[in-house]
Structures are given as structure tokens and as C-alpha cells.
């Protein structure tokens, strides 16, 4: 009679254990919103390097005085059938007219499409008075998966550090329950959302801030149409002639264009 009790105990648990698995509920398209954030004063030092320049200290200075440690951008990613629209919000900021305040790495440059599927993008890129429309592979990225996981807004997310561009470190956080290998920006390649990014050496963070659930039709995610068309080779073309004469700091521009 005991075992009896027991196994009609048990059993409910164990239906009511697999419905949950079979109702687990898998989004594969909606809105997702980010935060950006920027160090600046720590991107700033590190694109001062450690040449001593009275102006660049001087107008460091003011800057510090006028501006807050940290930049916050936000932006929208939309996604249905395996593409996305990575889309920045247009940001009310205080910090235009000083110098540094147009650090290629701190802005928000890019509006980027993914066709996942086809591992194609097309981004409309804009560098001060120019816009590009850059149409090319969606970018490459070394990903090692870890079984660190932390949550983010209700999701359960595990970390994977990458590289991009053959030397920049990232930590990414994705969650296998959005079944779309995307993220903000150009991230993606991860079997599941990117909810979160850092990239530590550059001083930059990605995070969502609210992920919806709903409908979202094709006419919405649909690549850019602006721009000099130009892959993305052509682009850093370009580049390293844009910045031939920028000295010391060609790289930290390259960098941040490039991202």
C-alpha cells in the first residue's frame, strides 16, 4: 500500500517535470533593447598613451570636469526567421563640442542586418560626413563556449569568450532560449541571443534591457538602402587612407571604425 502512495506521489512530478519541458516557451522573433555603455575616462587615457601632451591633458581635464565616467547609448535589435536589424536610438547627449567626445569606439555609428541563415550582412556605417553601406559576410568571430552562466532580465545566459578582428577579446552572454544566433551590433555566431557583451580591454559593454515578445513583420527587418556601397575590405581601404596622417592614434580610429 506504501509503494502504492509513493508511485502515484512520484508520478505527477514526473509528468508535470516533462509538460514544463514541453511548454518551455522558445522566442524566435521580437524586440530587443540595449544599454551601451563606455568608460570614457578610461578609453580616453588609454588613446592618450603614455606620451605626455600638455593639450590632450589639458582638454582631459575639462572634459572630467563637465562630463560623466561613463557614456550611455541605446539602441533596438529587431529579429524574425533567423535576421535581425540592429538599430541605434538617437542619443540626447551633452557631451558634443568637447574634445573626445567623438571617439570612434563611443559612438554609435551602425545600423547593421544579418541574414543569419545566409551568414550575410549589409551595415550602414557612418564615419563623420560619410556614410557607407557595406555589404559582406556576417563578421567572423573565435567562439569557446563555458559552463558559467549568469541571468539576465529572467534568462538563463552562459558566457563564451571570443575574438574579433584577430586580437580584440569579448565575453559574450547568450541564452538558447531565443533560438537566433544574433546580438547588438555585428555579434553573433552563438547557438542562442547575445544578451550581454564586454569587451574589457576596450572599456565597452552591451546589455539588453528588455526583451518582447512579439510579432515583428518583414517590413521591419529589412537591410539599409543609404550609402557608398563597398564591402568590407574596401572600407578599411579606405580607412587606412582616411587616417594616413593621424599619427599615433590611426590605430585607435582604425579600431573603432572598424567595430
Request: hydrophobic share 40%; aromatic share 12%; net charge positive.
Amino acid at each position: 500500500m506504501k509503494l502504492i502512495y509513493i508511485t502515484l506521489m512520484i508520478l505527477p512530478l514526473c509528468f508535470g517535470n516533462r509538460l514544463a519541458a514541453q511548454n518551455a516557451r522558445f522566442i524566435h522573433q521580437g524586440t530587443i533593447e540595449y544599454e551601451k555603455k563606455v568608460n570614457m575616462y578610461a578609453l580616453i587615457m588609454k588613446n592618450m598613451g603614455k606620451t605626455p601632451n600638455s593639450f590632450y591633458e589639458q582638454a582631459f581635464d575639462v572634459f572630467k570636469k563637465n562630463q560623466p565616467q561613463f557614456k550611455l547609448l541605446k539602441s533596438v535589435l529587431n529579429f524574425s526567421d533567423q535576421k535581425t536589424l540592429f538599430t541605434p536610438v538617437d542619443a540626447k547627449t551633452t557631451s558634443q563640442g568637447y574634445f573626445f567626445s567623438d571617439e570612434p569606439s563611443a559612438l554609435q555609428s551602425n545600423i547593421i542586418y544579418s541574414d543569419l541563415s545566409a551568414r550575410t550582412s549589409t551595415t550602414q556605417k557612418k564615419v563623420y560626413e560619410e556614410t557607407f553601406l557595406i555589404k559582406d559576410k556576417t563578421r567572423k568571430f573565435t567562439w569557446k563556449i563555458t559552463d558559467e552562466k549568469r541571468d539576465i532580465l529572467g534568462y538563463s545566459c552562459r558566457r563564451a569568450n571570443g575574438i574579433m578582428m584577430d586580437s580584440i577579446y569579448v565575453v559574450a552572454f547568450y541564452t538558447d532560449k531565443i533560438p537566433v544566433p544574433g546580438g547588438p551590433e555585428s555579434f553573433s555566431g552563438l547557438p542562442g541571443m547575445i544578451l550581454g557583451v564586454a569587451l574589457p580591454h576596450e572599456n565597452i559593454t552591451w546589455f539588453a534591457t528588455k526583451v518582447s515578445d512579439v510579432p515583428v513583420s518583414a517590413d521591419v527587418v529589412k537591410p539599409p538602402v543609404k550609402g557608398k556601397p563597398m564591402d568590407l575590405e574596401g572600407f578599411k581601404t579606405f580607412l587606412g587612407t582616411a587616417l594616413k596622417d593621424w599619427g599615433d592614434y590611426a590605430k585607435a580610429a582604425m579600431k573603432g571604425f572598424m567595430m
